[in-house]
């Protein structure tokens, strides 16, 4: 009885027409895609020589803003996808992000080769590195004594 009421169900669904309408055509274009914002970059020193959390801590004094390198430019990021084709993401003096790939120019040094840690700049005949800004990662949370039970029942 109930496998005869659930095909009449099934049949009643494809019979009977649906109630809703299609949207209506328009004139208008499709949208384009943007192009994506670079993200913006907090200012690390900043915020590391003012903790908010406990107004007794003071900031780590391993923790040094990276030293300027070709002009004060710090690279961000670098993203590799084979052999020769790369993207990094640069950061200026001026605080601008840009996105740069070999054979890119910026101001005057040319940019010949870049792999997972750092970018190699040329100008006339002078090289200059740039290697990624690395941060050390802060030790674990210290537990609270609070522990999960292994076999997952209560205790």
Request: proline fraction near 12%; avoid cysteine.
């Amino acid at each position: 009885m109930a496998t005869i009421l659930l095909l009449v169900a099934a049949g009643l669904q494809l019979a009977l027409p649906t109630i809703s309408a299609l949207p209506e055509e328009t004139t208008l274009a499709p949208r384009r895609m943007r192009e994506p914002a670079p993200p913006s970059v907090p200012s690390y020193p900043g915020i590391l020589s003012d903790p908010i959390f406990a107004p007794d801590r003071k900031a780590d004094a391993s923790i040094e803003p990276p030293a300027g390198g070709m002009g004060d430019y710090a690279v961000l990021g670098i993203a590799t996808a084979g052999a020769g084709n790369a993207t990094a993401l640069i950061k200026s003096p001026d605080g601008t992000i840009s996105r740069i790939q070999p054979g890119a120019v910026l101001d005057g040094w040319k940019l010949i080769q870049a792999d997972m840690n750092s970018l190699t700049f040329e100008k006339n005949g002078e090289r200059h590195i740039l290697t990624v800004e690395k941060r050390p990662t802060p030790p674990p949370a210290a537990s609270n004594g609070v522990t999960a039970p292994e076999n997952g029942s209560a205790q």
